[in-house]
Structure formats: structure tokens, C-alpha cells
């Protein structure tokens, strides 16, 4: 079964530390993309990157930073963490060639900065 | 630009009666739509999609979908709700050049038994 997979379901941070949210794809996808999830506002894109070492802003990159060093991980960095980045956020990856089947889903991460 | 508005935040329909969701897209170029559907506590799942093939589109669960062009929507139907269609269900229309997706801000399905 193809899968995409966050490294953690709950974090709690402090703020000011600096936090790792890591994604694993095991399906070859070219595209993978870091959203945060907040009640009433829906999924907004934070970063994306279509190959390694590429990355590109969403539509709220501030206060975040992505690194993909190899195709199968992308990984969402907040520098300073904040309390109001507590947030659910979700990983996704998608095939950049051929028919169009849309994104896979992490089961996302919970993070709560305190 | 591409944007999604989904209509009601929360939508509460009995078990057995008819689901209603509704999804307006806006797009400049021919859109690619999709349901999506979020458990709590987990991420999301492909209901179905629209890729320019048959407007009428069935997906998992019992849940379809029509694209209508003349009116911009592409609103999710299921005939008979079942307790475990509560969820959170999310449309969203995509970027054709990074398959970038936007979201709509969701619509909670309750079932009331």
C-alpha cells in the first residue's frame, strides 16, 4: 500500500525552539507540498517542491523553511516556533507525469507550541 | 487565478436522508476538481475527481459528483447518508502547472441517527 508518512502525530514544542516536521513518500512522486490545517480557514499551502532540491512558497511560507534533499523526504522547518503556528499540519506528494490522480495525504501532525 | 468556495461550514442531514455538499469553483483554465473526505485525527482521502472525462463523477462510499460549467460547481451528492459519512469533506480545484491544489475551507457532515 503507497503511503505517505509523517514522522509524528502530537508534538508539543516550546516556543523559540526550532522544529523538524519530517514526510517520507514511498511512491517515485515528483511533487510534495506542506499544508497547515486550522478550523474555518481549510488547508493553506505553506511550501512545495516539484524535485530535489527545489522548493516553492505557498501561500503563507513566513516563519517556515523546507529542505528536500532526496526525492522520497521533504521536511517543513519552523526556525523560531510561535505559539500561533500551533497548527495541524499535513503533508502530501503527487505524480508529475501522466494522467492526474491528485495528492496523497500524511495523517499530519498536531503540533502544539506552548 | 483558482479558488474554491464551499457553501456551509456544517451541514446536519438524519440517517438515510439525501447529502448535499456544495462546492463553486473559479478557474481560468479548464479545472481539475476533487473531494476529499478527513476522518478526525487523520488526513485526507480521495473521494473522486474530475479530469475533463464524464461530468458525472462516482467515487468511493457512494458518493458522486457533477461538473456543471455553465454554473461553476462541481457539489458532492450521496442518496442515503450513513452514520459513518460524518466527517469533514473538502473540495479543491488544481493548478495545472505543479498540480498545486486549492483548497476550499471545508464543510462538517453530521448524521444524526
Known amino acids: 500500500d503507497v503511503k505517505v508518512t509523517q514522522s509524528s502525530r502530537y508534538l508539543v514544542k516550546r516556543t523559540g525552539e526550532k522544529v523538524f516536521l519530517e514526510c517520507v513518500q514511498d511512491?517515485?512522486?515528483?511533487?510534495m507540498f506542506w499544508y497547515r490545517q486550522d478550523p474555518g480557514l481549510g488547508l493553506r499551502l505553506i511550501y512545495f517542491s516539484y524535485d530535489v532540491k527545489m522548493k516553492e512558497k505557498g501561500d503563507i511560507p513566513e516563519g517556515y523553511s523546507v529542505s528536500r534533499e532526496k526525492k522520497e523526504r521533504f521536511s517543513l522547518i519552523l526556525e523560531s516556533a510561535s505559539t500561533n503556528q500551533t497548527s495541524m499540519y499535513l503533508c502530501?506528494?503527487?505524480?508529475?507525469?501522466?494522467?492526474?490522480?491528485?495528492?496523497?495525504f500524511g495523517s499530519g501532525t498536531r503540533l502544539t507550541v506552548v | 487565478a483558482q479558488s474554491v468556495t464551499q457553501l456551509g461550514s456544517h451541514v446536519s442531514v438524519s440517517e438515510g436522508a439525501l447529502v448535499l455538499l456544495r462546492c463553486n469553483y473559479s478557474s481560468s483554465v479548464p479545472p481539475y476538481l476533487f473531494w476529499y473526505v478527513q476522518y478526525p485525527n487523520q488526513g485526507l482521502q480521495l473521494l473522486l475527481k474530475y479530469t475533463s472525462a464524464a461530468t458525472l463523477v462516482k467515487g468511493i462510499n457512494g458518493f458522486e459528483a457533477e461538473f456543471k460549467k455553465s454554473e461553476t460547481s462541481f457539489h458532492l451528492t450521496k442518496p442515503s447518508a450513513h452514520m459513518s459519512d460524518a466527517a469533514e469533506y473538502f473540495c479543491a480545484v488544481s493548478d495545472q502547472s505543479f498540480n498545486k491544489f486549492y483548497f476550499g475551507s471545508g464543510t462538517k457532515l453530521n448524521v444524526k441517527p
Open positions: 502530501a506528494s503527487s505524480s508529475g507525469t501522466g494522467e492526474y490522480y491528485g495528492y496523497t
Open positions: 511512491m517515485d512522486h515528483e511533487n
